[in-house]
């Protein structure tokens, strides 16, 4: 329809490129980390997460072994240089291909793989791609071997090795049940309370009705800072203080508006007809609301549930202040805010771990409940 | 006792209390206040259905006026005490806050934010509803789009971190404009003025499928006669984008934009994970959030202030359902 003649082709191909553009922006960042967080994490120092699927070139050092033979007058001592440990430490099972080496740790690619080193006093050195060295010294080496540098290229290497540490020795695990914790009873508790006021507030005659409407529409507004201090100062009043009651308290009660209007926004438009003929059958309110309405209302009611488990799952701010800041409480957002920002400030692979493992569960339930999120969207916005 | 069976028995306990309370309370109300048998039979009936409402108002009612309405009042009140709260000092936080240069740092990257935030995520929605609308892939464009919705201000802020990085092995920028232009790289964090902008294309990008889901429904609401006559009347594609669907979508543009503003007023966690409030990046509720537990009076009179920028949004949207509701 938007589409006039003679321009459609070069029009619906400027859509077709802006839509994969926006799309690409939007996409890669969280792509960036889902590959990061695979990355072994020498390769994510090396090369950028676009490089992945590349090897990377690693610089490493290891020793040659002792064992001279001698030749002509020298000594010659041959070898793999990734016989060694230390050198091979830094690759895994399969190294790829020698590309520079050195002997000083200021230049540890000075000579290229496959050319001979001269090293001053009659002694040389060379390497070539597939690790093989030559040594040639006119004493007799000691016990150790000579110090080598070199650069290699390293097959990509994908582990999840990120995850054991980070569920390991960061105490992830612990904030992912915690947040669990946090986010179940608040998900569920407000549902039930908000649905009768709502019932309320859509069906039922009693003088202030629209006054309440209208201060829960206000109240949507209200920013969540205002409570922190009065209601944390409460808690410690009533003896409940820093813990997971608390936080299922503020949650109930912060979810309460958008729950309120967003159920009877959906409520209202129910047909009347059915709810007054249940009424003129003899049905009491509790009856007709138990039985008809909370049935009809399922989609909305599966909608709020998903915003209030993200919110909640998401939210770093209550968190903050409701839990205690001890480590055994703590979620997992206050946990990579707090703690691994700080203290694994450098460590990518380990942030982008963390991070993953934190939004996996939103995101899986964003793409299996699409559709009631869309729906509750429009319920509460688009009247 | 653990977390997880705390958590279960608090599920247990909150739901079968609700429905405990809603149950029992009907029950008593019904047989024993106003039972609807005897001589008053009629009045007795009516009396009940007046009360009922209230009963099932009553747990939805006390939340709200604990956690929402008193805070408004207490925090108002707690803001005109000193740090430790003995001793009343009038206006004196407001003054001492509108003196310090921070304050007034955060207050206006505040007004910045409010600003670009939203127009920026209501232009990339309103953009991508247009385009998706008619693609065969537009299902799935949509949905790439919306998914950021599903992450956390602090998982977003560690993947644009990601993106941000001065190290240009790690930092998808740098990365780029050393391979096309050869830059030394920068920290984008680092740059006076303008890393408010990168933080805020953080929550644009957030909040952009927000606007899109809403915006794309309001476009599909449109009349297609008014399209038709358009096209008849020889308007170019742009021109029935602004003149015809913009202007009968406004409505719904404005809903979308004040309920981004009110959000944008709230979010002190990408600030808080990316730079600290460092760099001359401050915003309110980090401000705020940077006296939580120090001094409690200079925390709720920013956290007032914070109402008092949000009050105009507030009126305005009351006065919208009060006005769809007659």
Not at chain 1, 182 to 191: K, L
Not at chain 1, 294 to 307: G, H, K, M, R, V
Request: aromatic share 12%.
């Amino acid at each position: 329809m938007d589409n006039i003649a003679g321009q459609k082709t070069g029009l619906a191909w400027a859509t077709h490129i802006s839509v994969l553009l926006l799309v690409l922006i939007w996409l890669i960042p969280t792509v960036g980390l889902l590959i990061s967080s695979f990355r072994d994490r020498d390769q994510i120092s090396a090369s950028g997460w676009w490089e992945a699927p590349f090897a990377v070139e690693l610089t490493a050092r290891g020793r040659t072994s002792a064992e001279a033979v001698p030749e002509g007058g020298g000594f010659v001592i041959t070898g793999n240089i990734f016989d060694d440990e230390e050198a091979a430490s830094y690759f895994g099972a399969s190294p790829g291909a020698v590309v520079a080496f050195g002997t000083r740790g200021a230049a540890p690619t000075e000579f290229e793989a496959g050319t001979v080193a001269d090293l001053g006093d009659g002694e040389s050195l060379s390497i070539n791609p597939d690790g093989t060295y030559r040594w040639v010294t006119p004493e007799e080496p000691g016990s150790r071997g000579q110090r080598v540098y070199f650069a290699a290229n390293s097959p990509p290497k994908f582990t999840l090795d990120n995850y054991r540490t980070v569920l390991a020795a960061d105490n992830m695990d612990r904030a992912f049940i915690n947040t669990l914790t946090v986010t179940i009873p608040a998900t569920v508790i407000p549902i039930l309370v908000a649905a009768f006021a709502a019932y309320a507030l859509a069906w039922m005659e009693f003088p202030g009705r629209g006054l309440l409407i209208a201060a829960v529409v206000g109240l949507l507004v209200v920013p969540l800072q205002l409570a922190l201090v009065p209601m944390l100062n409460f808690h410690n009043a009533i003896g409940v203080g820093q813990s997971f009651v608390g936080i299922w308290f503020a949650h109930t009660a912060f979810g309460m508006p958008l729950a309120v209007y967003l159920l009877r926004n959906y409520m209202i438009g129910l047909p009347r007809d059915i709810i007054e003929c249940a009424k003129v059958d003899g049905a009491t309110d509790f009856q007709v609301f138990t039985r008809i309405v909370l049935p009809l209302s399922f989609p909305a009611l599966a909608a709020f549930a998903i915003f209030q488990f993200l919110w909640t799952w998401n939210d770093l701010l209550v968190a903050k202040v409701f839990l205690p800041s001890s480590d055994e409480a703590k979620v997992m957002t206050v946990k990579i805010a707090d703690d691994l920002l700080g203290s694994r400030g450098g460590d990518w692979g380990i942030l982008a771990t963390a991070a993953f493992v934190s939004i996996a569960v939103p995101l899986v339930v964003f793409f299996t409940m699409q559709r009631f999120l869309v729906r509750g969207l429009l319920a509460g916005s688009v009247k | 006792m653990s977390p997880i069976l705390q958590g279960i028995i608090t599920i247990i306990i909150g739901v079968g209390g609700c429905v405990g309370y809603f149950f029992l309370s009907n029950l008593i109300l019904d047989t024993l206040i106003y039972p609807a048998r005897g001589k008053n039979i009629a009045s007795n009936i009516r009396r009940a259905n007046m009360v009922r409402p209230w009963l099932f108002l009553f747990p939805a009612i006390f939340a709200l006026s604990l956690y929402l309405v008193y805070p408004v009042i207490g925090s108002f009140l707690r803001s005109l005490y000193n740090r430790s709260g003995n001793e009343f000092i009038g206006l004196q936080n407001y003054v001492e806050l509108f003196a310090s240069p921070e304050f007034r740092t955060a207050f206006l990257n505040n007004i910045l934010w409010a600003l670009v935030v939203p127009a920026g995520a209501t232009a990339f929605g309103l953009l991508a509803a247009q385009l998706t609308d008619r693609l065969s892939w537009g299902n799935i464009a949509k949905s790439l789009i919306f998914m950021p919705m599903a992450i956390s201000f602090v998982g977003a802020s560690l993947i644009w971190k990601f993106v941000y990085a001065y190290d240009a092995d790690i930092g998808l920028i740098n990365a780029i404009r050393a391979g096309l232009f050869g830059s030394e790289p920068v920290d984008v964090m680092q740059i006076p003025f303008w890393n408010n902008f990168f933080l805020m294309f953080i929550l644009v990008w957030i909040q952009t499928g927000f606007a899109m889901v809403i915006l794309s429904a309001a476009l599909r609401g449109i009349p297609e006669e008014t399209i038709e006559a358009a096209i008849i009347d020889g308007a170019n594609p742009f021109q029935i984008f602004f003149k015809i669907k913009v202007p009968q979508i406004m409505g719904t543009i404005v809903v979308v934009w004040t309920t981004i503003t009110i959000l944008v007023l709230k979010v002190f966690d990408i600030v808080y994970t990316m730079t600290g409030g460092n760099f001359g990046t401050e915003i309110l509720p980090s401000y705020m959030m940077s006296f939580m537990f120090r001094d409690d009076g200079r925390a709720t009179a920013i956290a007032f202030v914070i109402m008092l920028v949000v009050l105009p949004v507030m009126v305005w949207n009351i006065r919208q359902a009060r006005a769809e509701q007659r």
